[in-house]
C-alpha cells in the first residue's frame, strides 16, 4: 500500500495509458481462443476468499455464481422474472408466515458426484451463521444465531425447513438466499476437509465444493481464477469447457489483449478504450446498468468529519457532472441514494451539485480551516481519477486530501478495521430487495468497535444513524408494498442529507467481447456474471 501524491498520480496513469501491453503479457499475436474455452480480462484482486460464506467481493461473488447452487435463483436468459427455483424445486409458507419449507429437486449431484440433499442445505446455512463471517448478517437478521440454528433451520428427508423470528415478506427472505451465502454446500466434502473445527473454511478458501456449472481448477490471488465445466450439471453440460478470469489491471492492456483475439471479453475498458474498440472488426460493446455504486464516505471517528456542516460542504464538493461527461462517460451515471435505480423505492433525487463557494462558507460556519485527511482507494484507474478530482476540488478550499493507494484487500482492510479518515469506492446489492442496502449504509445498531460489525458500511465509519435504526427494521417487515415503497423514499431523501455517505454514481458496465461470443450475462442491478449460458 503506498501513499501517492497528485503528481505521482498524473505520471503513473500516463505510464499505464502508454505501456499497453506488461511483462507477461506476449508482444507476439496469438490465435484466438478455442471455440470451447472462455477467456476474460477483468480486475480480481479484491478476492480474498471463495468460501460462499465468507465471500463479499465483486470479482468472488461471480466465481461463486458459477459454482454453487442455491435453493432458489436466476435464470440468466430471463432476469426479468426474479428468482425461481434452484436446488429446491418448490417451497411451501406455513399459515403464519414464518416458516418456509423447501423440497429438494431430485437427482442433482455435487462435483464429488455426491447427491444434493436437504442435509446439505441445512448444513450450508447453519455453517454460515455459525462460521459468522462477514456476510453472516444477511442470514443472522432473520433471528438465526448458534443458540437456534439446530430448531431453526432443519432438513427432515428430502425438505428442509427456514423459521424467522417474526413473519417477513417470503419474497425477501427468498431474495436473501440467491445472495453468495445462499450457495449450497457439499457437507462430505467439506468436512473431510475439515481443520481445528473451521467447518472447512481455510479448505474452501481455496477450493470448491458446488453443484453448479463449473468447478474451481485453481485461483491463483491476484493473477488469474480457472474454471472448469461439470458435465453433470442438472441444466447441461455447458458450451464453454473452461473459463478462464485473467487479472488485468490496464484498460489499455484489456482492450489489445481483445483486439488480438486473445481474450474473449474485457470488463474493464475505460471510455477511450471503449471507443476505440467498438470500432474495430470483430468486437461489440454491451452496455449494462449495474446494481453497483461508487461513492465516499467519511469516519465519525475523526474529530472535523464528524461535524455536519463539514459533511454538507463536502457533499458540494464533488464534481458530479464534470467526472460523469469526461473519464467516466458512459460508464456511469450521477445517482445520489443508496438504493440503485431498478429496486424497489429507489429515488432519482439529485440535491448535490459542485459548489465551492456554498462548501467554503459551510466550513467557515463549522471553524474549520487547513484540514488535512487520508483517502483509501483500491488501485483501479477510474477510482484514482475519482480521488484525483476529489483532491482537486478539496484543494480549492483549503483541505488537503492525502490518497493512499492500495490492494482492494489493503484498503478494505483497514477500512473494516474503521482507520480510514475518508474511503472511496463501490457498493453493490447483494440481492434484489431495498433491505440490501437499507441495512447497511442506514443499520447500526451497535456501534461499538468490539462488535466489527464489518458487513455494515454504517458501522465501518463508525456512524449511528439513530432513528435511522428503527426505520430500517420497521420497513423490513412492513407487508404492503406501496408503503414499503414509501418507507425507502424518505429513508433516502433523510439519508442524503445527515449521514456522512456520498453516494454519486451508478454503474453502467461497458464490455468489450468478441462478437462471436453470445449469451454473456453480466447479471444486471440484482446478481452477478453467468457462464453457463455462453457459446460461440
Not at 17 to 30: D, E, H, K, L
Not at 486 to 502: L, T
Request: glycine share 8%; with cysteine; net charge neutral.
Amino acid at each position: 500500500m503506498i501513499k501517492i501524491s497528485r503528481r505521482r498520480l498524473l505520471a503513473a496513469s500516463l505510464i499505464a495509458a502508454t505501456a499497453v501491453v506488461p511483462a507477461g503479457v506476449s508482444q507476439m499475436a496469438r490465435a484466438e481462443t478455442p471455440g470451447n474455452m472462455l477467456v476474460l480480462a477483468n480486475r480480481i484482486d479484491d478476492i480474498t476468499t471463495l468460501d460462499p460464506a465468507e465471500s463479499f467481493e465483486f470479482a468472488g461473488s461471480d466465481v461463486s455464481r458459477n459454482v454453487y447452487g442455491k435453493l432458489v435463483n436466476f435464470d440468466p436468459l430471463n432476469m426479468d422474472k426474479g428468482y425461481g427455483p434452484d436446488l429446491a424445486a418448490s417451497w411451501d409458507v406455513s399459515a403464519d408466515g414464518k416458516t418456509i419449507t423447501f423440497t429438494m429437486r431430485d437427482g442433482v449431484k455435487f462435483h464429488s458426484g455426491n447427491p444434493v440433499t436437504a442435509a446439505d442445505a441445512e448444513f450450508s446455512l447453519r455453517r454460515a451463521v455459525l462460521l459468522k463471517k462477514t456476510p453472516s448478517f444477511i442470514l443472522t437478521q432473520f433471528g438465526f444465531n448458534a443458540d437456534n440454528v439446530e430448531q431453526t433451520i432443519k432438513a427432515a428427508g428430502n425438505k428442509l425447513s427456514i423459521t424467522t423470528d417474526k413473519k417477513y415478506a417470503t419474497s425477501f427472505v427468498l431474495n436473501c438466499l440467491t445472495s453468495t451465502i445462499g450457495g449450497i454446500v457439499d457437507k462430505k466434502t467439506v468436512m473431510a476437509n475439515e481443520k481445528d473445527g473451521d467447518m472447512g473454511n481455510e479448505w474452501l478458501k481455496t477450493n470448491s465444493a458446488g453443484s453448479g456449472a463449473y468447478k474451481v481448477v485453481s485461483w491463483k490471488p491476484n493473477d488469474s481464477v480457472t474454471l472448469q465445466a461439470n458435465e453433470d450439471f442438472y441444466l447441461g453440460a455447458p458450451a464453454m469447457k473452461r473459463v478462464i478470469v485473467r487479472h488485468v489491471q490496464e484498460s489499455a492492456t484489456q482492450r489489445l489483449l481483445l483486439e488480438k483475439g486473445d481474450i474473449d471479453v474485457a470488463r474493464n475498458l475505460n471510455p477511450e478504450d471503449v471507443a476505440g474498440a467498438g470500432s474495430k472488426t470483430g468486437v461489440a460493446i454491451d452496455s449494462e446498468l449495474r446494481g453497483r455504486l461508487m461513492y465516499i464516505s467519511l469516519n465519525q471517528k475523526h474529530p472535523v468529519l464528524s461535524k455536519p456542516k463539514v459533511i454538507e460542504a463536502i457533499r458540494y464538493l464533488v464534481d458530479y457532472e464534470g467526472m460523469q461527461n469526461s473519464f467516466l462517460k458512459g460508464q456511469y451515471t450521477i445517482h445520489q441514494a443508496f438504493l440503485p435505480r431498478t429496486y424497489l423505492g429507489a429515488i432519482d433525487d439529485k440535491p448535490y451539485s459542485l459548489n465551492v463557494a456554498k462548501a467554503k462558507a459551510l466550513l467557515g460556519e463549522a471553524g474549520v480551516s487547513g484540514l488535512e485527511i487520508e483517502v483509501g482507494v483500491r488501485d483501479a484507474q477510474e477510482r484514482i481519477e475519482i480521488v484525483q478530482s476529489l483532491q482537486n476540488t478539496f484543494g480549492q478550499v483549503g483541505i488537503k486530501l492525502n490518497i493512499t493507494v492500495g490492494t482492494a484487500k489493503q484498503i478494505l482492510t483497514r477500512y473494516r478495521a474503521r482507520e480510514l479518515d475518508m474511503y472511496m469506492g463501490a457498493w453493490g446489492p447483494d440481492y434484489p430487495d431495498p433491505q440490501t442496502n437499507a441495512g447497511t449504509f442506514a443499520y447500526n445498531p451497535d456501534n461499538s468497535d468490539e462488535i466489527k460489525a464489518t458487513g455494515l458500511l454504517a458501522y465501518r465509519n463508525a456512524w449511528d444513524p439513530g432513528a435511522m435504526n428503527q426505520a430500517v427494521e420497521a420497513a423490513v417487515i412492513e407487508p404492503n408494498r406501496d408503503v414499503r415503497r414509501k418507507m425507502y423514499e424518505d429513508m433516502q431523501r433523510e439519508h442524503q442529507r445527515v449521514s456522512p455517505f456520498i453516494v454519486m454514481f451508478q454503474k453502467i458496465e461497458q464490455t468489450g467481447r468478441r462478437d462471436n461470443v453470445k449469451n454473456l450475462m453480466l447479471g444486471g442491478a440484482i446478481t452477478a456474471v453467468s457462464y453457463w449460458p455462453v457459446a460461440k
